[in-house]
Structures are given as structure tokens and as C-alpha cells.
């Protein structure tokens, strides 16, 4: 399935069968020219407190907390085979999230974003940029240019992403066009993937979410993303934070099959 350009190999693994452990074996699966290819994996499981539990592991094997877009496809796909109803929560590594159907796309409600980092700088081969952070489910820098088009992502992306502030974990990097009082261009690099990707679900809401705390745009905020899809995020700014967070997008299927063991 695909989530505006963002693409995953999801599975039913509501018997706990799949080896999760083996890392190898879930980059092969993700490799694009060895594997079926896809940005990352995910996995329905079994709650205790929730309909289902969703994992998401990155093309690298390693497992991260929470997926916008992949979020999205999980629930519609949850929905589809009847783990799920049309109104839903899961777990995730994030926390609780709810979802709910529209039509044939996904608007979710996602956690509470924490650990803002406004009005920051960073020093990348001799140049300084201005950026501002948050975690919106993931770590997401977030840098303001004129036109993204112009923006060398995968240098950019990756000098950012291992950069010393933000070790051990890293993060993910954005950078973002204002194009209207609601209206963002966004591009994304992503951590665990290491290169762009076409979008990204937490991304979008971080973008949304600094560019309305430094009062650039008003919610509901449109992103337009590098793939050409648009998503949409709302939100309610407080004091220090903000509230009733949403993220609606489309669900895709691409294709279903099987794959031999390895």
C-alpha cells in the first residue's frame, strides 16, 4: 500500500508469526531491487487495550515509534480484513492512536506532539540554518526556504540526521515553502530510510504544527507533499503545546501476493 507516495508491505500478523527480530530479513523484504521494495514494514498484532497493535520497522530493519501515512494504510487495512471497525484505535510505540474512515481515505488522531524546539540554529558546512523541532510520534527538524525545489535534501537530509545534536536517535528532516495562509510545500528525508521519500505523514504534522506555532499558517493547514498529494492537518494551539492533532490522507492499495522464504 501506499499513503500519498509513502509505500510499505503490510501483513496480517495477528498470530504473531513473523520473525520481528530479524532485521535482515525486513530490509531484504523492504530492498527494491532484491525484495518487493517499499520506504518500511508493517505488522498488525494483537492488543490487550486497543483493536489492533501496529509495528513499523524502517527499509533498514530498525523498528521506530509511530508512521503517519503508514498509519493510515494499517488502519484502512485493519478495517478491510475485519480486525478493526470503521471508528478505531491501536497501539503504538507513540502511544494510543484512533482513526476513522472517510471515505476511502484515513483521518487520524495522533498523539500529543512534545519536545518543542523553537528558534534553533545548526552549523552544516559552513553555513547556518534557522530550524525549529518537535516530535510529532518522531523526531522531525523542520527548516523554512524559499523553494524547496532548490534544496539539496540528501546532503542536507543526512548531514542533519547524524548530527551531534540529535544523537543517539536521530531525526527526520523537513524542509518547507509557505505558500499561502494555509498552504505548505513540504519535502522530507527520512531517517531509517536515508534518502527522501515522497512523503511523510509525522513530517507534514510537525511542518503544520511549527509553521502555526510561529503563526505563518492557520489550521486546517493543506501540505503538499513531494509525490503531488495533498494532507491535510488539523490542530488547536495552546499555551505550550497544541491539541486535537489530526492527520487525513489517502489509504492505496497497491497490490497483494506472496513472497517464498528466503
Not at 63 to 90: K, T, W
Not at 155 to 163: N, Q, W
Not at 230 to 236: H, M, R, S
Request: net charge negative.
Amino acid at each position: 500500500m501506499h499513503g500519498a507516495g509513502n509505500d510499505f508491505v503490510l501483513m496480517d500478523d495477528r498470530d504473531l508469526t513473523f520473525p520481528v527480530d530479524d532485521h535482515d530479513l525486513i530490509a531484504l523484504l523492504c530492498h527494491r531491487r532484491t525484495g518487493v521494495g517499499a520506504d518500511g514494514l508493517l505488522l498488525i498484532q494483537p492488543s490487550k487495550t486497543a483493536d489492533f497493535r501496529m509495528r513499523y520497522f524502517n527499509a533498514d530493519g530498525g523498528e521506530i515509534d509511530m508512521c503517519g501515512n503508514g498509519a493510515r494504510c494499517i488502519a484502512r487495512l485493519a478495517h478491510d480484513i475485519g480486525a478493526a471497525p470503521a471508528s478505531m484505535s491501536f497501539d503504538t510505540m507513540a502511544g494510543l492512536i484512533r482513526a476513522e474512515m472517510v471515505g476511502d481515505q484515513v483521518r487520524l488522531q495522533m498523539t500529543p506532539p512534545h519536545d518543542w524546539r523553537m528558534g534553533q540554529t545548526i552549523e552544516i558546512d559552513g553555513v547556518r540554518y534557522n530550524y525549529d523541532f518537535v516530535n510529532s510520534g518522531v523526531e522531525h527538524v523542520v527548516i523554512e526556504v524559499p523553494d524547496v525545489d532548490d534544496v539539496d535534501l540528501q546532503s542536507l537530509g543526512s548531514a542533519i540526521r547524524y548530527h551531534e545534536d540529535f544523537a543517539p536517535r536521530g531525526t527526520n528532516v523537513n524542509v518547507v515553502t509557505i505558500t499561502g495562509p494555509s498552504d505548505i510545500r513540504i519535502r522530507t528525508y527520512e531517517r531509517g530510510v536515508e534518502a527522501e521519500t515522497l512523503a511523510c505523514g509525522t513530517g507534514m504534522v510537525a511542518a503544520g504544527l511549527l509553521a502555526g506555532r510561529n503563526r505563518r499558517v492557520t489550521s486546517p493547514v493543506r501540505l503538499t507533499c513531494a509525490g503531488g498529494d495533498v494532507l491535510e492537518i488539523g490542530y488547536n494551539l495552546t499555551d505550550d503545546s497544541a491539541a486535537d492533532v489530526t492527520l487525513l490522507g489517502p489509504a492505496v492499495y497497491v497490490f497483494r501476493g506472496e513472497i517464498g522464504s528466503h
